[in-house]
């Protein structure tokens, strides 16, 4: 298993395109977690707005580039024969599929990390001129506090919900062995099922999708405020997302163990 993983290491390292995916997907996430907290508006009493869901909007960005980056860390391989070879090296295939969620795992958690940590900075300093001030009460909701308790929650939710969409998006790619498929199912997975939620107009359907959706169930997490009024909990929805991710890499290493390659 070792030998696996730092076969895969290898790989990884050797080549520049998941160095610079994962520079982007941090550099994406704060760029759009601070342009969302500057566009905030909250002037008055009752303010609908989620302080801590507001710093962490880059996420959305985030999630992409992570599943495009877990796409091609086995859909490349497919696409140029080297799968083959990789398989010859490594005869115990669910070893390879693993190894690649270690490798894939490991740096996205590293990189979500950092990109979380700087939304919520980016939060803590631009949220103040939208009507959150310290100490305030008059204006519905706190200033954003890095660190109390649901904040933290959101935040290590946060880099854990970039993980299973990256873990997600390496069993879709595992499955259909093409990296323009599986960006497209992982994509249209993660972003048609919120649409869907807001055609459909009768409530109680409307709040079942949100629940089963993996986008929208998974960011439920990021929440402080309004808990009552979420379709699914903090925790369960992350639990929703991670169902979805072991069902990909379980069927994922059943095909890759089944099929010739």
Known sequence: MLTAVRAEWTKQRTVAGPGLLLLAAAVGTIALSAAASAAVNCPGVGCPADPAESSLTGVLLGQTVIAVLAVLMIGTEYSTGMI?????????????????????????LLAGGLAVLGSLVAGWLLLPGAGWQPGTANIGFPALAIGNGPTVRAAVGSVLYLALIALFSLGIATIVRSSAAAIGIVLGVLFVFPILAAVVTDPDWQ?????????????AIQSTTGLDYLPISPWAGLGVLGLWAAGA????????????V
């Open 84 to 108: 083959g070879c990789t398989l010859i090296a490594i005869p115990r295939r669910w070893q390879v599929l693993v190894a690649k969620a270690v490798v894939l795992v490991v740096p996205v």
């Open 207 to 219: 709040r079942h999708l949100k629940q089963i959706a993996p986008s929208t169930a998974g960011l």
């Open 249 to 260: 890499l379980v069927v994922g290493a059943a095909v890759l163990q089944w099929r010739d």
